[in-house]
């Protein structure tokens, strides 16, 4: 395996960068960047969600959140990786309407995108690298949000240690049924400062694990319990190692009109 290759893995993760409606996790103009650590890569990549109003569509208001990753510093020069993710979402009911995924290294391009059909319970799913992949899915029950927008979605529910609540994610062209676990309360120290959070977990619970949860890789996220319930801190371990997304710059959204 290349030394990178488990870099390249996490931010994956992280960038493709999706239970109950709600409004968006993210305000207008809020945004968040994280500083991605792997091993004695300190600053291994970048993380960066923000999130902006998109013209309204038959009165309804939407928003997209766009999650850019880039590899930075050292790690750059030995393994060169960007991807860009963007995700419309109805701000009246929080449902995630579509999503445009594309990702490029030193080795391998990705480019797709996803339509989503709540009526017919459908997604569809088109892949322009690979099209003999293009294909219509079945969505399981549940509002679907990608990985990261699901950790950060959580931020909103308000979860108490010992409580849990049931998330669908999509990751590419596969849907994951997931049951986030309250765990307990710890203290991160960030560039931010320092913050009480809830520590989260999400596993693999309801159908057989696969993919990631097959594999052995465990996630977790840090909220913090002030008034803002920012995502401080997110891990995902593999039993090669694990890599860590630190917050280093918030925006809140912008003021209300």
């Known amino acids: 395996m290349r030394p990178l ?3 390249l893995l996490f931010v994956l993760l992280l960038a493709t960068g999706r239970p109950l409606r709600a409004t968006p ?19 291994a990549g970048e993380i960066k969600i923000s999130a902006k109003a998109a013209p309204p569509e038959d009165g309804h208001l ?6 850019t990753t880039s590899t930075r510093s050292i790690a750059r020069a030995l393994f060169t990786f960007d991807a860009r993710a963007d995700a419309l979402f109805d701000v009246h009911n929080g449902r995630l309407l579509s999503t445009t995924e594309s990702s490029k290294s030193d080795t391998k391009k990705t480019k797709s995108s996803i339509v ?12 322009e690298i690979n099209p003999d992949r293009t294909t219509t899915l079945a969505m399981p029950a549940g509002e679907p949000l990608d990985l990261i927008m699901s950790l950060i979605q959580t931020r909103a529910w308000n979860l108490k240690p010992g409580e849990t609540r049931d998330a669908l994610v999509i990751f590419d062209d596969e849907f994951y049924e997931l049951t986030i676990h309250a765990e307990g309360y ?6 931010l400062g320092t ?28 909220i913090s319990q002030d008034e803002r319930h920012l995502p401080v801190k997110f891990l995902v371990e593999f039993k090669f190692g ?5 917050l280093v ?3 809140p959204p912008a003021p209300s009109r």
């Open 186 to 191: 710890e203290e991160v120290r960030t560039p």
């Open 195 to 222: 913050f009480n959070t809830l520590v989260l977990v999400p596993r693999m619970e309801k159908t057989p694990p696969k993919g990631m949860f097959k594999r052995g890789t465990g996630v977790r996220v840090w």
């Open 5 to 7: 290759a488990p870099l």
């Open 116 to 127: 989503f059909d709540y009526a017919k319970s459908t997604a569809s799913y088109v892949n």
């Open 25 to 43: 996790a993210l305000g207008d103009g809020e945004s968040l960047t994280y500083r991605v650590g792997w091993g004695i890569f300190f600053g």
């Open 249 to 251: 710059n918030y925006q």
């Open 242 to 246: 694990s890599g860590v997304a630190t």
């Open 62 to 67: 939407r928003l997209d959140v766009t999650t």
